[in-house]
């Protein structure tokens, strides 16, 4: 999956730009590895299978604080939604489509 820039409707003076990528299991993580590592370089993504054969992706990066040391922290996404990050927050998040549809507008151009 590719990564997706999205923007926040419909304020204008509210419309920073959100990447995404869709988590669908058995294609490849490269999208979404290349959102986690918006949080940071060291973030990693992996899926993870449960005895049920449920797919989970689990997001793993640091956490930056300005009066604190870095702490670990992650962040699940369930099959079919995305994983997001936000530059003006800094995070790193999971949504799905409605809430895409709701919020978001996507935007068509050249991605960081």
Not at 7 to 29: H, I, S, T
Not at 68 to 93: C, I, M, Q
Request: charged residues 30%; hydrophobic residues 35%; without cysteine.
């Amino acid at each position: 999956m590719t990564v997706q820039r999205y923007r926040r409707k419909p304020v204008q003076e509210d419309r920073e730009d959100q990447f995404a990528a869709r988590y669908e299991p058995g294609y490849p993580l490269d999208g979404l590895r290349a959102v986690a590592r918006m949080a940071g370089d060291g973030a990693e993504v992996t899926e993870v299978v449960f005895p049920s054969g449920k797919r989970l992706l689990l997001a793993w990066f640091l956490r930056y604080d300005d009066h604190h040391p870095a702490k670990p922290d992650y962040v699940t996404v369930e099959a079919g939604n995305y994983l997001a990050y936000s530059p003006g927050r800094e995070s790193l998040y999971a949504s799905d489509d409605a809430n895409w549809r709701q919020f978001y507008d996507l935007v068509t151009g050249d991605l960081p």
